[in-house]
């Protein structure tokens, strides 16, 4: 059975870089999901970015999906299933209906955590304008406070020191697949 990380967390806390450098380092990937957002300035290849009309061409297709006001995040059952990639950064509602609808990927879900005071400074320097922080900050709050009191989630990682966790990121990994030779 193929095995996934699903990295969560609120928006600053550090999931994409966490997950990039755990990428490049062990050789490993992450699904590339698309969403129907605009593009960041400087932000790279993060997603597979689509007009919010085409995003109905996939409907049938969807593995994972979530919606967060407006903007529309999904990914395909053929790239999960591919075998291809280890990583997928998620939400909470995500999360939800990729368990729900996918049954054969063990799933590892791990919440990246950080207050919502260092979110909001992270956001500021990634250049987010304010609208677009409260926006997410407001459509984030629900999903992200039943997860954490449900605890839906295998691990949690503090990135307040990005090496600390870059470190606990790994060796979750490593505590993971030395579960599967047992």
């Not at 193929?2 to 050789?27: P, Q, Y």
Request: charged share 30%; proline share 2%.
């Amino acid at each position: 059975m193929n095995k996934m990380f699903l990295i969560v967390g609120e928006s600053g806390s550090g999931k994409d870089s966490l997950t990039n450098k755990v990428c490049k380092e062990l050789n490993m990937k992450q699904v590339i999901s698309y969403t129907t957002r605009p593009q960041r300035k400087d932000e790279g290849n993060t997603h597979i970015f689509i007009k919010p009309e085409e995003a109905r061409d996939y409907i049938n297709e969807y593995a994972a999906y979530t919606q967060i006001g407006e903007i529309e995040y999904f990914t395909t059952l053929k790239q999960l299933l591919s075998g291809e990639y280890q990583f997928y950064i998620i939400d909470p509602n995500g999360v939800k209906y990729l368990k729900d609808k996918v049954k054969n990927i063990k799933f590892v879900t791990i919440f990246i955590y950080v207050d919502r005071s260092t979110r909001l400074k992270r956001t500021r320097l990634r250049g987010d304008d304010e609208e677009t922080i409260v926006q997410r900050f407001w459509a984030e709050y629900e999903q992200f406070k039943e997860f954490k009191n449900d605890v839906n989630f295998d691990y949690m990682i503090n990135n307040y020191n990005f090496n600390t966790a870059y470190e606990i990121l790994k060796q979750i990994i490593m505590i993971e697949d030395l579960g599967d030779n047992e």
